[in-house]
């Protein structure tokens, strides 16, 4: 592959990791020196085996040189991915406990002058691979003793690469104990990818990365969230934010085959937008998004339905009760509910996820049930909005339509309270509510906002069940103060309110 740097094409080498490659635009310039620093355990070893294993699979010559490991120990992680080494030149060369007793006698100047470094080059020069990975740079640190020595080594060895084509990743390990150390082959490479790990208060350890420099490319700046599985180290990028409205949907709408629903909609969702459902527990809004989901499969249109707090069973059981054919509809593919579990899977992974089911099936409604969940999964909770502005402005471009369910916390009047502020990011704002009525407690449904066009500001009663799945009934204008949850009746007795009976 080959890009454009303004002047000149420039050809690049893919790493093998397709989420850092699409980070990257394709992958790094070749011929170039560049720099993995992270923490021990943050992946380096595996990214620079998928390295090599890509160039082995494009049919060029690689080399690894391991300064830390033995054979048997790469043979060992490269087979915990279901890799094998052939194909790639393996040279090991190992620090002895007698390190210091080796700076004594060696000034680490040039690479010709230095046993170590030497063997390193008199390998490359061997081999004359077109891929080269050094890991890690602890072992020239250990021997050169002093940042000047050690910066000395490094600059070294990039000129002896410099005329040889060979694109190289120098791996390093950061050490608190060397921070002289580790800034010196920062300023030497032509890029820096910086790997992180944490742990969070409760789940499994995260990653990151981010691209901390890169030279004549103009790269996706900022952190990705990235894993460590079976077949090596997965990278999720950011999604882009845009501001193009998918022109193929613009004047459209969906439909949620509920009369009453559209009539309090203007005549229902605009295509390409996002609606947020917010109420207390059990107000209806996983089977409102449900019934949305069935009506767009009824039209022949796909549904992907992710699910934070329930099993796929149970919500699909669910339906069922209330009179809603959804198993039908997931059984030949219209609709494909998955369950995504906030303790385990990062932000950035979910939405790599949703963008590839998105993209593969032609999806046309996305429901994330509920962002409660998502919310959980978020370990800087202030970054929230930033995230779902991100996704929702994805999937506006794609003309995708986007539901959304909150869980608020309480159940009548004051107490009721959002634990997230996220109704400026959505197009449309439906609002469930308890409330209280001859001697009952009953369900009122309400739209507070739609930015593309008019809507009803009555509000209406909500009935859930069979046969019809969800009912709504005529504006409750015979009421008053319905959104207290203690409303008052103000109109004719003869018409009882318009309330649906007891039944419901």
């Not at 691979?129 to 021997?143: C, F």
């Not at 509809?329 to 303790?343: F, I, N, Q």
């Not at 998105?358 to 969940?373: C, M, W």
């Not at 919310?375 to 991100?390: D, G, K, P």
Request: net charge negative.
């Amino acid at each position: 592959m080959t890009i454009s740097n303004g002047e000149a094409l420039q050809e690049i080498e893919s790493i093998g990791v397709p989420g850092l490659d699409e980070i990257l635009k394709g992958g790094l310039p070749k011929g170039c020196l560049y720099l993995v620093e992270g923490e021990s355990g943050t992946g380096k070893t595996t990214l620079g085996l998928q390295f090599v294993l890509e160039g082995v699979r494009r049919g060029q010559r690689c080399l690894y040189v391991s300064l830390s490991e033995t054979r048997e120990e790469l043979k060992q992680s490269a087979a915990s991915h279901g890799w094998n080494l052939d194909g790639i030149s393996v040279f090991v060369l190992t620090c002895g406990e007698d390190a210091s007793v080796v700076t004594d006698q060696y000034t680490l100047f040039y690479p010709s002058e230095v046993e170590l470094t030497s063997q390193v080059l008199q390998e490359v020069e061997r081999v004359r691979p077109e891929r080269l990975v050094l890991d890690t740079l602890s072992g020239l640190r250990l021997i050169a003793n002093d940042p000047l020595r050690y910066r000395r080594q490094i600059q070294g060895i990039r000129e002896f690469l410099s005329h040889r084509n060979c694109t190289t990743l120098i791996i390093d390990e950061i050490e608190s104990s060397h921070p002289n150390f580790h800034f010196q082959p920062r300023s030497l490479a032509h890029g820096i990818i910086n790997l992180e790990r944490w742990s969070p208060a409760y789940g499994p350890d995260r990653r990151r990365l981010t691209i901390c420099k890169l030279r004549s490319i103009d790269v996706r700046t900022g952190y990705h969230d990235c894993n460590i599985a079976r077949g090596g180290l997965e990278v999720f990028p950011r999604l882009r934010t845009t501001t193009h409205h998918g022109e193929k949907f613009r004047g459209q709408t969906l439909s949620s085959g509920i009369a009453g629903m559209d009539t309090l909609l203007g005549g229902g969702l605009d295509c390409g937008t996002s609606c947020l459902i917010m109420g207390s527990a059990g107000t209806g809004k996983s089977c409102l998004a449900m019934s949305y989901a069935s009506s767009a499969a009824k039209r022949g249109e796909n549904t992907l339905y992710f699910t934070f707090d329930e099993d796929v069973d149970i919500q699909l059981a669910r339906a069922e009760v209330i009179g809603l054919p959804l198993a039908e509809y997931a059984k030949v593919g219209k609709v494909r509910l998955e369950t995504a579990d906030p303790a385990v899977m990062s932000v950035g992974e979910f939405a790599v996820r949703l963008r590839d089911r998105v993209e593969a099936n032609d999806t046309r409604l996305v429901v994330l049930d509920s962002l409660s969940g998502y919310l959980q999964a978020m370990s800087e909770q202030n970054f929230l909005n930033l995230h779902l502005y991100e996704l929702l402005g994805y999937l506006r471009q794609k003309g995708v339509t986007t539901l959304m369910t909150l869980v608020q916390h309480g159940f009548v009047g004051a107490e009721v309270q959002t634990p997230a502020e996220l109704s400026n990011l959505a197009d449309t704002v439906i609002l469930l509510r308890y409330f209280e009525a001859k001697g009952e407690v009953r369900k009122a449904i309400s739209v507070f906002k739609k930015r593309a066009g008019n809507h009803e500001r009555t509000i209406r009663e909500l009935c859930i069940g069979p046969p019809d799945g969800l009912r709504l009934s005529e504006p409750l204008r015979d009421f008053q103060g319905v959104l207290t949850g203690v409303p008052h009746f103000v109109g004719n007795t003869s018409r009882d309110g318009l309330l649906f009976p007891s039944s419901c």
